[in-house]
């Protein structure tokens, strides 16, 4: 049997870190991440090359699973609607629509993708501030949900729906103070200086609007559950004087989204998994501003959540190689890799869990990982403890599942190849890498700039 060789470690002095944690952080003892869902990062790499995302089907469905069973334990009517904008690859929305959950859009481009994934216009939820004329047209006649942001928005539909003769089925989005700054006062009607009941009555008194619900979404990465209580309670009592003053019960409440993941913010000193609150907590806190409401148990509205990030964050990951290692001026280790921020938008706001896909030896040293672009601004993590790294090796950027495939961007470098695994351990190719000749279809030379 051939001996391998070990390899060399030359010796080194580094600090000491007693205990689990001090003013450096914890120290950084992990075991290398060799495999996704059983694949061999080694040879995702060596089939779809570098920088490769990968997402997991089978997490994806645990997630999904797993969060529809904790809301129904607490609360007896609960729908989701995959919110698109989180990651609107198709594969990725195909799961969620195989697991029940609607759609919820932003946009008319996200309106088309979901009806072209086969979703009904029933079964999406349309939201943004920006919805054209057309597009509300076409929502009103694929009878969508359209969740009403601003008075001229109200005031289209209104024209629309009497030209066309035909009901639109709104709600409005609600922005109120839940005791989390800064409010997200931008969206919608605000609940404390009256402008939404002012939305309600307005509505109510057209004869083509049909008011189906109510909606609030109070930020993103929301680390407090008592703010959804605060929330729930809010749109309760809204609700509430709906029924005492026009006798009408609505479909549902639509409390948005916003749940923290477990990617740990960048300024933040415990892990995220040790401070945010547990699905449970989210779950428990709406439950409880819902269950204010004195309905029947026949009568309480659908909850519909909108949940993005919590579902499908921890289910992707990114693979980058290391291109080269260089010394900073001022003697601490940079290592470039050939992943940047144009693909890693997160890291900007995210201390994503990184780690080698090999062996590496047991001495580490602060490190500054950059990306390869040609932007002082690319920086993937200013600081973390690693192993010395060999040109060609890779590491594994976890928790990248949530909006870095939607806000990716076509600069400097082009955008690489998405695989999933699947359940049964195979890997499916789910987006092609860019070539040169699809990223300038679209342009145009004029005859007098050809030579």
């Not at 749940?259 to 709406?286: C, K, W």
């Not at 470039?336 to 090999?358: E, M, R």
């Amino acid at each position: 049997m051939e001996k391998v060789k070990k390899r060399y470690e030359r010796p080194i002095i580094t600090k000491h870190y007693s205990g689990l944690m001090n003013k450096y952080g914890s120290r950084n003892i992990s075991s290398p991440k060799s495999e996704i869902d059983g694949v061999l990062v080694k040879e995702l790499v060596e089939k779809y090359d570098s920088p490769l995302f990968v997402m997991s089907e089978k997490k994806i469905r645990e997630n999904q699973r797993n969060a529809y069973r904790i809301f129904k334990n607490r609360y007896p009517n609960v729908q989701f609607a995959w919110s698109y904008k989180t990651n609107y690859l198709d594969a990725v929305c195909s799961i969620f629509h195989q697991e029940n959950s609607w759609a919820e859009v932003v946009s008319e481009f996200e309106y088309n993708k979901a009806r072209k994934l086969g979703v009904k216009g029933s079964n999406i939820i349309f939201n943004g501030p920006y919805k054209s004329k057309p597009a509300l047209l076409k929502a009103i006649k694929e009878e969508a949900r359209i969740h009403i942001d601003h008075f001229d928005e109200l005031y289209d539909l209104i024209e629309l729906s009497e030209t066309n003769g035909q009901k639109a089925k709104v709600a409005i989005r609600v922005n109120m103070d839940v005791g989390v700054y800064p409010k997200w006062d931008r969206f919608g009607f605000n609940y404390e200086n009256g402008e939404a009941w002012q939305a309600i009555r307005r509505i109510l008194s057209s004869k083509n609007l049909h008011l189906i619900g109510l909606h609030t979404h109070i930020g993103t990465y929301i680390m407090s559950a008592e703010a959804y209580r605060v929330a729930a309670s809010k749109l309760a009592a809204l609700a509430k004087s709906i029924r005492q003053e026009y006798n009408i019960l609505l479909e549902y409440i639509d409390m948005g989204g916003g749940f923290a993941s477990h990617n740990t913010l960048i300024g933040q000193y415990l892990p995220a998994e040790e401070v945010i609150p547990s699905l449970e907590q989210f779950a428990d806190a709406i439950a409880s501003g819902l269950f204010e409401l004195p309905y029947k148990g026949e009568e309480l509205p659908m909850l519909i959540l909108e949940t993005g990030r919590i579902l499908v964050d921890d289910a992707g990951s990114l693979i980058t190689t290391v291109i080269a290692n260089k010394r900073l001026s001022d003697g601490r280790r940079a290592v470039i890799v050939d992943a940047g921020v144009n693909l890693l938008f997160t890291s900007f706001w995210y201390k994503h869990k990184i780690t080698p896909a090999q062996e590496n030896g047991f001495h580490t040293e602060d490190t500054t990982i950059y990306g390869p672009l040609c932007m002082n601004i690319d920086v993937i993590r200013e600081g973390i403890l690693l192993p010395p790294l060999k040109r060609g090796e890779q590491l594994v950027i976890d928790y990248t599942g949530a909006y870095n495939n939607s806000q990716w961007m076509q600069f400097i470098s082009m955008r690489p190849n998405v695989v999933m695994i699947m359940e049964d351990g195979s890997v499916e190719l789910i987006r092609k890498a860019e070539t040169l000749e699809y990223v300038s279809e679209r342009e145009i030379i004029p005859a007098k700039l050809k030579k």
